[in-house]
């Protein structure tokens, strides 16, 4: 079984910053793509950030400049470090990763527990 937690939301001020870490664990054989997704208030979830197993990067265009997504691949994490950050950033911020659980799997979508992120004076 794998399992994905997610840790650094909170309430932070206008133009402050946090930090999100995901951790995955448990039976892994490979993780591919690993990304973030938000849903705010009254709207739909929207990818924010993505990072392949390359290193390959992708940001909503809302975030860049802002936001930027790394990956610690021997501690399979991935993190969100968010500056700047606007009330229009204040959402339930979800960790999404591909992962292959053996070698004789195809790969699986998994999402994180969601982490509340409110920017608010």
């Known amino acids: 079984q794998v399992q994905l937690v997610e840790s650094g939301g909170g309430l932070v001020q206008p133009g402050g910053s946090l930090r999100l870490s995901c951790a995955v664990s448990?039976?892994?054989?490979?993780?591919?793509?690993m990304g973030w997704y938000r849903q705010g208030p009254g709207k739909e979830r929207e990818l924010v950030a993505v990072?392949?197993?390359?290193?390959?990067?992708t940001l909503v265009d809302s975030v860049k400049g802002r936001f930027t997504i790394s990956r610690d691949n021997a501690k399979n994490t991935v993190y969100l470090q968010m500056n700047s950050l606007k009330p229009e950033d204040t959402a339930d911020y979800y960790c999404?990763?591909?992962?292959?659980?053996?070698?004789?799997?195809?790969?699986?979508?998994?999402w994180g527990q969601g982490t509340l992120v409110t920017v608010s004076s």
């Open positions: 990072i392949t197993n390359g290193g390959s990067k």
């Open positions: 448990g039976s892994i054989f490979s993780i591919a793509a």
């Open positions: 999404n990763v591909r992962v292959r659980r053996a070698y004789s799997e195809g790969y699986v979508q998994l």
